[in-house]
Structures are given as structure tokens and as C-alpha cells.
């Protein structure tokens, strides 16, 4: 039997990212588990950030974002992105990452993040509590380690998610895409 809760967004786990933004001038890294893949051709990401946020402005001055994947080793860093607040100070010395310039963004990324993601605004949609920023994925930045085929090939198990307030591991594969296709019916 299922109950009926009051409407909740239970969508979990989510991907736990890094989103670096600004410029020379100013920048900042904020922790996002509200990330979302919305468009393939191009490349379209959607980050949900909270009015409150001092990320907020700067992404909108901008223009520009950057989604730096997180593995384990990283999570220290990633938690403090997530309880400090640009306004009060450097978080990228507070959290251990060493800013990286951007290739086609003038936003940092982290050197550390096996990953980054360079993206620019295309739209931003006001919600009643988040901005959401629509960004065209302009370049992906991969450590060359994980890089098979000219693709991006995490190792299995590498990122980390959140779920109600806590930190997940990934697992390994427990299936490929499609391995039901041809399946009797
Ligand atoms: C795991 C985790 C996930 C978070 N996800 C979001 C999110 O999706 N959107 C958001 O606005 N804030 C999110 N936050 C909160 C911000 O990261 C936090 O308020 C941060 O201090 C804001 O930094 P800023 O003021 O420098 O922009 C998350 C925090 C944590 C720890």
C-alpha cells in the first residue's frame, strides 16, 4: 500500500556538483545537487540556485557557469562550498580547490574536478523560490586520465550523491544501456 505524502520534490540522489562563476574580477563556488541535462543537441544543463544565493548575481552578471563533477576525495571541499557563503569569504581557499582558468568562459573552474563543464546562459526561468539558469555546454574540460575515445569515462563508483541530507557513494554498473532491447515479449 502506498500513502499519499504532501507534494515534495523526492526526486533522489542527485548528482552533487561544484558550480564554479564570475570572472577575473570576482568568483565564487557554490555547491548544487539541483543540476539537471534538459537538451542534447546542444548540450543544454539547467542549474537551480536559491534567491538568496550570492552565486546568484554573479551568474547573472555574467552570464556564464561552470559544473565541476565531484568524486569522493573531494567531498570535504564540496561540503564547504555547500555552508559558506561567497559574501564572507575565498571559498575556493576555504575548500582546498585551486582555481583553473576557463577556455571558452571567463568563470574559473577546478584544476582538482576530473571534470568541468563550461556553460553559458541561454535563458533563466524565475521560479517561485529558485532562478533556474539554462546553460549551453561550450566546452567540457577532462582530466585526460578519464578520456576513452574522446569521450568522458568516469570510473565507475568515482562521483558522489546526495539524499536527504547525506552524502552517497555511486556504485558500479548493473547494466547497459538498451540490454533488455530484443527481449521476447
Ligand atoms: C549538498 C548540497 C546541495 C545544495 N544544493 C543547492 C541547490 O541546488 N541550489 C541552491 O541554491 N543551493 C544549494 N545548496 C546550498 C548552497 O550551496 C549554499 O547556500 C551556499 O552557501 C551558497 O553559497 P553562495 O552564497 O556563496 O552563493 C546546497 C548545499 C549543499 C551542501
Same mark, same amino acid.
Given at each position: 500500500?502506498?500513502?499519499? %505524502?504532501? /507534494?515534495?520534490?523526492? !526526486?533522489?540522489? =542527485?548528482?552533487?556538483?561544484? &558550480? $564554479?562563476? #564570475?570572472?577575473?574580477?570576482?568568483?565564487?563556488?557554490?555547491?548544487?545537487?539541483?543540476?539537471?541535462?534538459?537538451?542534447?543537441?546542444?548540450?543544454?544543463?539547467?542549474?537551480?540556485?536559491?534567491?538568496?544565493?550570492?552565486?546568484?548575481?554573479?551568474?547573472?552578471?555574467?552570464?556564464?557557469?561552470?559544473?565541476? %563533477?565531484? /568524486?569522493?576525495?573531494? !567531498?570535504?571541499? =564540496?561540503?564547504?562550498?555547500? &555552508? $559558506?557563503? #561567497?559574501?564572507?569569504?575565498?571559498?575556493?581557499?576555504?575548500?582546498?580547490?585551486?582555481?583553473?582558468?576557463?577556455?571558452?568562459?571567463?568563470?574559473?573552474?577546478?584544476?582538482?574536478?576530473?571534470?568541468?563543464?563550461?556553460?553559458?546562459?541561454?535563458?533563466?526561468?524565475?521560479?517561485?523560490?529558485?532562478?533556474?539558469?539554462?546553460?549551453?555546454?561550450?566546452?567540457?574540460?577532462?582530466?585526460?586520465?578519464? &578520456?576513452?575515445? #574522446?569521450?568522458?569515462?568516469?570510473?565507475?563508483?568515482?562521483?558522489?550523491?546526495?539524499?536527504?541530507?547525506?552524502?552517497?557513494?555511486?556504485?558500479?554498473?548493473?547494466?547497459?544501456?538498451?540490454?533488455?532491447?530484443?527481449?521476447?515479449?
Amino acid at each position: 500500500m502506498k500513502i499519499q %505524502l504532501k /507534494p515534495a520534490t523526492s !526526486l533522489a540522489p =542527485l548528482p552533487a556538483v561544484v &558550480v $564554479t562563476c #564570475g570572472d577575473e574580477t570576482e568568483n565564487n563556488a557554490i555547491t548544487l545537487a539541483w543540476v539537471g541535462t534538459v537538451n542534447s543537441v546542444p548540450p543544454i544543463l539547467t542549474a537551480a540556485v536559491r534567491y538568496s544565493r550570492h552565486s546568484l548575481g554573479i551568474i547573472e552578471r555574467t552570464g556564464e557557469f561552470t559544473v565541476n %563533477l565531484i /568524486p569522493k576525495e573531494l !567531498l570535504h571541499g =564540496l561540503d564547504v562550498c555547500g &555552508v $559558506t557563503s #561567497g559574501r564572507d569569504c575565498d571559498k575556493f581557499a576555504a575548500a582546498g580547490f585551486t582555481r583553473a582558468k576557463g577556455v571558452n568562459v571567463k568563470c574559473p573552474h577546478i584544476a582538482e574536478s576530473p571534470a568541468s563543464l563550461e556553460c553559458k546562459v541561454i535563458r533563466r526561468v524565475d521560479l517561485p523560490t529558485h532562478a533556474v539558469f539554462f546553460g549551453e555546454v561550450v566546452s567540457v574540460l577532462a582530466d585526460e586520465r578519464y &578520456v576513452k575515445d #574522446g569521450r568522458l569515462r568516469l570510473p565507475e563508483g568515482m562521483l558522489v550523491t546526495y539524499v536527504n541530507g547525506q552524502y552517497l557513494e555511486t556504485g558500479a554498473a548493473i547494466g547497459t544501456y538498451g540490454y533488455t532491447a530484443g527481449e521476447s515479449k
